[in-house]
């Protein structure tokens, strides 16, 4: 079972930036997509960048193209995911979660969360 451990949430002006990091453990393919959603309040989670394992391609949401760069470092069984948000937005507070969808089993695993505030 993957295990996704998050980190890098917090509060940041208007303007600024925060990383967001995931690391991932535990997968039993190498052929996944690993990648980042997020939920701000009274809204539907929405996908916001991910990135294919099989060929390295990314995905980004209009909404943060130019803005959010994504990237991931393979280690010993151990994948991060890394989330750089420069120029924030107070439209980009949310939870984001980092996310893992597993091709070969057809499972999606979930992380707790983190919390993104940004001050306008």
């Known amino acids: 079972e993957v295990q996704l451990v998050e980190s890098g949430g917090g509060l940041v002006q208007a303007g600024g930036s925060l990383r967001l990091s995931c690391a991932a453990s535990?997968?039993?393919?190498?052929?996944?997509?690993i990648g980042w959603f997020r939920q701000a309040p009274g809204k539907e989670r929405e996908g916001v960048s991910c990135?294919?394992?099989?060929?390295?391609?990314?995905?980004?949401a209009d909404s943060i193209k130019g803005r959010f760069a994504i990237s991931s470092d393979n280690a010993k069984n151990t994948v991060t995911v890394i989330l750089q948000m420069n120029s924030l937005k107070a439209e980009d507070t949310a939870v984001y979660y980092c996310?893992?969808?597993?091709?070969?089993?057809?499972?999606?695993?979930w992380g707790k969360g983190t919390l993104v505030t940004v001050s306008s």
């Open positions: 990135i294919s394992s099989s060929d390295g391609t990314t995905y980004y």
């Open positions: 996310n893992v969808d597993e091709r070969a089993t057809h499972t999606n695993y």
């Open positions: 535990g997968f039993t393919s190498d052929n996944y997509i």
